[in-house]
């Protein structure tokens, strides 16, 4: 109950993405806070006050007018330890910055001297336009928290960055702001992450590649970050990267090995999220390959000569040192945990984190997954499907689990360990 008694005010704007707030408002009541839901007249078209009544410490708050106490406007924001606004409209970004309060959320605001976290969700060209930048950045320079949007499909069925952050990672960014949040309990150590899957060129134009979008690894990144890593991310994908980060882009196992392989032995743990291609053309064509010339040495069929790629995860098991962390990724669609375990042991790792890549209802480019973290200890921990960010902070539970038995250490971060379940999990990456 990292938010016991913890009161905060969340503020709800006329977005699309308000039905998400929902969400943020049930992680933060699971938390342990007291959360009073305040929506503005535009939040009220997008989703329904009773959701939030239902949901929240205290029925919502629409007006400055419908309020018993004769001072209404101040009082929200100055009993709140913390206010929140998700999602934040540039209109809404705009009256917090020049002091204007017209409505109960912006008085709120004006009114308070707890923290403020808005999270900001519109199109990529509102979002990028200069008057919101700088709206955003007055705010910053007065102690705004902004937890920017992430790329993804937005209202409309476009494409771009400025949808809303996950509401787990506006929950840890409160928890954060408030100071209970992610225990720091990878503080110093050095964790190298890959993601994304690898792309082998067939010609200038082609590759064989695979439906990785590398979402995981950037959650298990971010994670690390906030318990106190120093973070190398070796990557494919070109996902916005966790602030802190020291960013490698890659494109194929080959360039994938050759940016992980010599930065290994710095590196106190190691996730191997990437799916790395087992194969690749074993010839590349130095010009776009014409459809004939495919053609021609097999009366018709196109044939596209394979070579293994070189599975350098089995080289970091071999040379891991004392006190390293190896983990590797799984991805199956029989058999999930028999698999995993002969693919621990074969690589010499300390956890593979197993994934159903099968399961119905979720897949390699979704948000959320389900995995079973097969330890070489010979536990296997269920963690059923949710988020990547909370699949992630399981993962590096049990990495600093495993941590903390190898140095004799007591843990410090006061997470339970994993409970062993039964191996039922299903996965996407
Ligand atoms: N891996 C690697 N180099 C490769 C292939 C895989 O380092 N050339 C790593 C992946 O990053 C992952 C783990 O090995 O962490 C398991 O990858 P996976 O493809 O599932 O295992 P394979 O051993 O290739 O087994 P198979 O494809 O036969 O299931």
């Known amino acids: 109950m990292s938010l016991a008694g913890r009161r905060i005010v969340l503020g709800v704007t006329g977005g699309i993405a308000a039905y998400k707030a929902v969400e943020v408002c049930r992680r933060l009541i699971d938390a342990g806070a007291h959360v009073v839901p305040v929506l503005t007249e535009g939040a009220t078209h997008f989703v329904g006050e009773t959701t939030f009544s239902a949901l929240a410490s205290e029925p919502v708050q629409t007006s400055l007018w419908h309020e018993a106490s004769p001072i209404p406007h101040t009082r929200l924001g100055q009993t709140a330890d913390l206010v929140l606004v998700a999602p934040a409209t540039s209109r809404l970004l705009a009256a917090y910055a020049m002091g204007y309060s017209d409505d109960l959320l912006t008085a709120t605001l004006v009114a308070t001297r707890a923290p403020v976290v808005v999270c900001p969700a519109m199109h990529t060209e509102m979002w990028e336009h200069p008057a919101v930048q700088a709206n955003l950045e007055t705010l910053r320079s007065r102690g705004v928290v902004v937890v920017p949007p992430a790329e993804g499909r937005l209202a409309g069925g476009d494409v771009g960055t400025g949808r809303l952050a996950e509401p787990a990672d506006i929950v840890a960014a409160v928890e954060q702001v408030l100071g209970t949040g992610t225990a720091r309990d990878l503080e110093g150590a050095r964790v190298l992450v890959t993601a994304g ?147 621990l042991e074969r690589k010499n790792l300390d956890l593979i984190v197993a994934n159903d890549v099968s399961a119905p209802g979720v897949g390699f480019e979704h ?63």
Request: charged share 25%; net charge negative.
């Open 367 to 429: 948000d959320t997954n389900a995995v079973v973290l097969v330890r070489a200890d010979g536990v296997d921990q269920d963690v059923p499907l949710t988020d990547k960010r909370s699949v992630a902070r399981a993962v590096l539970d049990a990495v600093v689990a495993m941590r903390t038995t190898s140095t004799g250490d007591q843990p410090t971060s006061g997470r339970p360990e994993p409970r062993p379940t039964s191996p039922a999990g299903k996965e996407h990456v």
């Open 197 to 343: 899957g690898t792309r082998e060129a067939i010609d200038p134009v082609r590759v064989i590649t695979n439906r990785s979008s590398g979402k995981q690894g950037y959650a298990i990144a971010a994670e690390a970050l906030a318990r106190g890593a120093r973070v190398t991310l070796v990557t494919t994908a070109s996902l916005p990267a966790p602030a802190g980060a020291e960013v490698v882009a890659v494109v194929s196992a080959a360039d994938m090995e050759a940016a992980v392989v010599p930065r290994a032995g710095d590196h106190d743990v190691i996730v191997m999220a990437a799916a790395v291609a087992d194969f690749r053309p074993a010839a590349v064509a130095d010009h776009k390959l014409k459809k004939h010339e495919l053609a021609a040495a097999t009366d018709g069929a196109p044939v596209i000569v394979l070579e293994p790629t070189h599975d350098f995860l089995v080289d970091l098991g071999r040379e891991k040192r004392p006190g390293q962390v190896l983990v590797g990724f799984a991805a199956e669609t029989t058999d999930l945990v028999a698999n995993a375990r002969t693919k």
